[in-house]
């Protein structure tokens, strides 16, 4: 599906510096006015000069500080369109939240947004206790994080400070999330949101053994490859309680890894907890450019209907273009992709973010059931698989696929579309990996059918 959203410039700045020096050259030339009598105008451009000065300053040093931890820890993310649609998807209404990540504290604050904006007047069936909520995100949410930087730790207690909201965070002191588990988190959080690092090698394995098995950090085993993504991704799955979800980004490669990494992510899938993998384009991100994914896990979902299946949306063309480097989501798009995943889980539309536009795109791309049911009135909206968009796999067809979460696999493109250049190398990468997993696959039945052979000559 493609939908780019056009650009949007702030243009009432310079529109009105312009104003003002026109108003000042006017009451100069035209007016037979003095300079002490239209010195308004005159303090209103210093005004402006100094505060946008002021502004471009603190922006800068945020953006360096923010950038510069994140790189300092192989990791870079603009963390407000990916963490809001991680909040959209989780629904952190209310209860213990964590990120074992957490850098400058981006995805607590986006959480608490979430928490202010959807104000649930009672439980929705998620979190602790039959009291009702009070829309309070210090009240609601309780915060815990890891930061391996120092300096970083005490930027996101600041953060956290400045939007009224108080956390556990723990940080510097050589702590690390690999080795260590300061909040003792293992079945104890109802959310976990994060953005690690990407790729990270060198981890001692030798010192995570005794955290292997289940009921412990790593339940599914640790992986042969020099590579902690999936150290991370078992990390999140482990803090869950039996009802909890993590949104989280990934890099892409991890969604199709062979080997080791196959047979972790095959044992996670059947454990039914994978419940959502959105496929992003590049320039999301302020220092990685690449594409990644956004994967979600939900506890709750293997006692529901969607035990057998996985959402697979691929919305690398939706995005605006904010300018060369980057693009971002906006609140309708954001909108749009969460109701689309409540459509799939049957659940009821919420449109506070992105209003009219979400709600005519959902219309026009889901076009209106005649069947009520599943959460639905009569007309309304009703998911179904979108070629180019999404698609909701069986177990039976990822098992297929070579366990892959890419959802690119899956979701296809539409029927007369141009494929563009990033798609076809993807689509080749894919069909690559295919032939290489039934080439292996070839080779072992051609080894297997030599020993049977020689086992009866024998």
């Known amino acids: 599906m493609l939908w780019i959203a056009p650009s949007e410039k702030d243009t009432a700045s310079a529109t009105l510096e312009k104003r003002l020096w026109d108003a000042a050259d006017q009451f100069r030339a035209n007016s037979g006015l003095k300079a002490q009598e239209y010195f308004g105008p005159i303090l209103g451009l210093i005004f402006l000069r100094f505060a946008e000065v002021r502004f471009t300053i603190q922006r800068r040093k945020l953006e360096a500080a923010d950038a510069s931890s994140r790189e300092s820890f192989r990791r870079g993310s603009r963390v407000d369109e990916p963490a809001a649609y991680h909040a959209e998807i989780i629904e952190p209404f209310h209860g213990r939240i964590l990120d074992p990540a957490c850098g400058s504290g981006g995805m607590f604050v986006q959480s608490a947004r979430f928490v202010a904006e959807h104000q649930l007047p009672s439980p929705s069936g998620r979190g602790a206790g039959g009291e009702g909520y009070s829309g309070d995100p210090a009240a609601e949410l309780a915060i815990c994080g890891v930061e391996k930087t120092d300096e970083t730790g005490r930027l996101c207690r600041l953060n956290l400070a400045v939007h009224g909201l108080e956390g556990d965070i723990k940080h510097g002191g050589n702590i690390n999330s690999y080795y260590d588990d300061p909040h003792a988190t293992t079945g104890q959080f109802d959310f976990v949101l994060a953005n690690p690092p990407f790729n990270v090698n060198a981890v001692d394995k030798e010192r995570l053994k005794d955290m292997v098995g289940t009921g412990r950090r790593f339940p599914f085993g640790l992986p042969r490859t020099d590579n902690a993504n999936y150290l991370w991704i078992q990390l999140f799955y482990s803090a869950l309680n039996a009802t909890g979800r993590a949104g989280f980004v990934m890099a892409n490669s991890a969604s199709d890894a062979r080997s080791s990494e196959q047979e972790l992510r095959q044992k996670m899938i059947e454990a039914r907890a994978v419940d959502v993998m959105v496929a992003v384009g590049?320039?999301?991100?302020?220092?990685?450019?690449?594409?990644?994914?956004?994967w979600f896990f939900d506890k709750g979902k293997a006692r529901t209907k969607r035990a057998d299946t996985v959402l697979f949306i691929d919305a690398r063309h939706i995005y605006r273009q904010v300018d060369r480097a980057h693009r971002e989501w906006t609140p309708a798009q954001i909108g749009f992709i969460a109701n689309l995943v409540r459509l799939y889980r049957g659940e009821a539309l919420d449109l506070k973010v992105g209003d009219g536009e979400t709600a005519a795109?959902?219309?026009?791309?889901?076009?209106?059931?005649?069947?009520?049911?599943?959460?639905?009135?009569?007309?309304?909206?009703?998911y179904r698989d979108v070629p180019g968009l999404c698609k909701a796999a069986t177990l039976a067809e990822i098992e297929a696929?070579?366990?892959?979460?890419?959802?690119?696999?899956?979701?296809?493109?539409?029927?007369?579309?141009?494929?563009?250049?990033?798609?076809?190398?993807?689509?080749?990468?894919?069909?690559?990996?295919?032939?290489?997993?039934?080439?292996?696959?070839?080779?072992?039945?051609?080894?297997?059918?030599?020993?049977?052979?020689?086992?009866?000559?024998?």
């Not at 990033?422 to 990468?429: A, M, N, P, S």
């Not at 696959?441 to 059918?449: C, D, K, S, V």
């Open 282 to 294: 590049p320039n999301m991100f302020y220092t990685v450019t690449l594409p990644c994914t956004l």
């Open 401 to 458: 696929r070579g366990w892959s979460l890419n959802p690119g696999r899956y979701v296809g493109v539409v029927p007369g579309e141009d494929v563009s250049d990033e798609d076809f190398k993807e689509q080749l990468e894919t069909l690559n990996e295919e032939l290489e997993v039934l080439n292996a696959q070839a080779l072992e039945l051609q080894t297997r059918i030599a020993q049977n052979v020689a086992s009866l000559l024998s």
């Open 361 to 382: 795109r959902l219309k026009e791309t889901f076009s209106p059931s005649p069947l009520a049911g599943e959460g639905r009135g009569e007309g309304e909206p009703r």
